[in-house]
């Protein structure tokens, strides 16, 4: 949990110098320690000491119990979805197996959908117990949003778990482990390139973001958190580079092999030309940390580089891509996919 509670801190600051090099500016970089600046890497804790200290005004026209819950629920629901997720293969100190997963539930997909769906209580609760209209405004969107947004995200996932039988993410993560011909990794991107696609849209839809922040549209209704201050304002924004990570981790674990490095096995490397490159197990789950890392550090990048080059949809546009064209497509793709494999069996 401290690991995704960091990483989503850190997520705040490479934002604002991602966006800095694309705009030709130097980004926050003002935070030192005894005059140290090292490119700003002090900026995310001077921001949340900032944010503690900062005035917490609740509105008098609110639901103030209400009001106060909401942020609470978004940050609690996305934050427990983390424990799910399969970070490496399991760790040996002597002849104790630590496993490097804090639930490993059968149901784990589903689990994942299930706590994401209930996240969407806070955007309504915050919308509507506001008493503003242009929260209870920001709130309806994205009620409508997340909702719409949540049948593609599932549907996309279902030729996935026709080619690996299980909602396990530990057993779909091994699944992808296997070489096809020899040298290709079964990964889910290789044999659900069109579910990725999909996946990946729709999970950029359900993290409220550039081109589909309509639920914010700071430029239009300021969003359903325009009545928040201090800590709570800083759980709303804290929550969206949250949902960044977990979609990062989600397209690593389901789509790119999790952990899973191609020829590398529990004892070291075997490569299809017959050579090995035999390494301690405490080696093999280090080097499984860090390829996990790098590749969903890779999908966070690549989610930040989007919010700040396309434009925002106009709402009927986002309906429409949603139900229009992503629920349309995962239907062809689940129709494909028990095609094909019907013809291979």
């Known amino acids: 949990m401290m690991w995704f509670l960091i990483l989503a801190l850190y997520l705040t600051w490479l934002e604002r110098k991602e966006s800095a090099v694309m705009q030709d500016r130097i980004g926050a970089n003002r935070a030192n320690i005894f005059g140290f600046r090292i490119i700003g890497i002090f900026q995310p804790f001077a921001d949340a000491i900032k944010m503690f200290f900062k005035e917490d005004f609740t509105p008098n026209f609110s ?63 915050s919308g509507w117990a506001s008493n503003s209209r242009w929260t209870l405004l920001g709130g309806l969107r994205g009620a409508a949003q997340l909702v719409s947004y949540e049948v593609a995200l599932g549907l996309s996932l279902v030729g996935l778990v026709m080619i690996y039988p299980t909602l396990k993410f530990s057993a779909i993560v091994e699944s992808q482990g296997v070489l096809l011909f020899g040298f290709l990794p079964k990964w889910g991107v290789v ?49 969206d ?14 789509f790119f092999g999790g952990y899973q490095v191609p020829w ?9 030309w017959g050579g090995e490159w035999l390494m301690s197990n405490g080696l093999v789950v280090a080097l499984q940390v860090l390829i996990f890392n790098l590749k969903v550090f890779f999908f966070c990048w690549l989610q930040i ?22 629920v349309p497509l995962c239907l062809i793709n689940i129709a494909i996919t028990g095609i094909i494999m019907s013809i291979i069996k």
């Open 63 to 125: 639901k103030k119990f209400l009001h106060n819950l909401a942020p609470f629920l978004s940050f609690y629901f996305v934050l427990v979805t983390i424990a799910t997720i399969p970070f490496a293969g399991d760790l040996k100190i002597g002849e104790k197996v630590i496993k490097l997963q804090v639930l490993d539930l059968n149901i784990g997909i589903l689990f994942v959908l299930a706590m994401l769906s209930l996240s969407v209580y806070g955007v309504i609760l």
């Open 264 to 272: 590398l096995a529990a004892d070291g490397f075997h490569f299809p």
């Open 305 to 326: 580089l989007i919010r700040w080059t396309y434009p925002r949809f106009r709402y009927d546009q986002l309906m429409d891509f949603g139900w229009k064209f992503l």
């Open 191 to 239: 044999l659900q390139p069109l579910g990725f696609i999909i996946f990946f849209m729709a999970a950029i839809a359900e993290s409220e973001r550039v081109p589909f922040d309509l639920p914010e549209a700071e430029s239009e209704i300021v969003g359903f958190f325009t009545e928040y201050s201090g800590l709570k304002w800083g759980l709303y924004m804290f929550t």
């Open 241 to 254: 580079f949250m949902k960044v990570l977990i979609i990062g981790c989600l397209l690593t674990t389901l």
